[in-house]
């Protein structure tokens, strides 16, 4: 939906469970999940008129985000394992083939369980095992 009050637009439409969507810092690109080979894997769509789309992930994916600059983007494989790849915006899309950055004990059931800072080198992860009064971060 456009702030400005513009008609909203649909970006991805599929048979399939498509979530979890996030725009690139330049707004251009979006990344998702979708269950469509048969279980989670990350994909990028171009959102200009022409489009394009990309997968990301090789071994499943979910909870995709990119870097604050576009470079990179971050997702939780199926094994818990927190990926990264890189990535090349402009008039040809470009993606790296994903590395692993650290295992982390994830919670499942948390909406968006980490946050990497704006240069990709920190990760704020939620570590709880349950959620009972105040949680620490």
Same mark, same amino acid.
């Given at each position: 939906?456009?702030?400005?009050?513009?008609?909203?637009?649909?970006?991805?439409?599929?048979?399939?469970?498509?979530?979890?969507?996030?725009?690139?810092? +330049? #707004?251009?690109? !979006? /990344?998702? @999940?979708? &269950?469509?080979?048969?279980?989670?894997?990350?994909?990028?769509? *171009?959102?200009?008129?022409?489009?394009?789309?990309?997968?990301?992930?090789?071994?499943?994916?979910?909870?995709?985000?990119?870097?604050?600059?576009?470079?990179?983007?971050?997702?939780?494989?199926? +094994? #818990?394992?927190? !990926? /990264?790849? @890189?990535? &090349?915006?402009?008039?040809?899309?470009?993606?790296?083939?994903? *590395?692993?950055?650290?295992?982390?004990?994830?919670?499942?059931?948390?909406?968006?369980?980490?946050?990497?800072?704006?240069?990709?080198?920190?990760?704020?992860?939620?570590?709880?095992?349950?959620?009972? #009064?105040?949680?620490?971060?």
């Amino acid at each position: 939906m456009p702030l400005d009050g513009g008609e909203p637009a649909v970006r991805v439409q599929t048979p399939f469970m498509d979530i979890d969507g996030r725009y690139s810092p +330049d #707004g251009g690109w !979006m /990344a998702y @999940d979708s &269950t469509e080979s048969g279980r989670d894997e990350i994909y990028v769509v *171009r959102l200009a008129e022409g489009g394009g789309r990309w997968q990301i992930s090789t071994g499943g994916g979910t909870f995709p985000t990119w870097r604050a600059d576009g470079k990179e983007i971050f997702f939780v494989a199926s +094994d #818990g394992v927190i !990926m /990264a790849a @890189d990535i &090349t915006l402009g008039e040809e899309f470009q993606a790296g083939i994903p *590395r692993e950055i650290f295992q982390a004990p994830l919670r499942r059931g948390v909406f968006f369980p980490y946050a990497p800072a704006a240069d990709g080198q920190k990760f704020a992860v939620d570590l709880t095992k349950e959620t009972t #009064g105040s949680l620490p971060l």
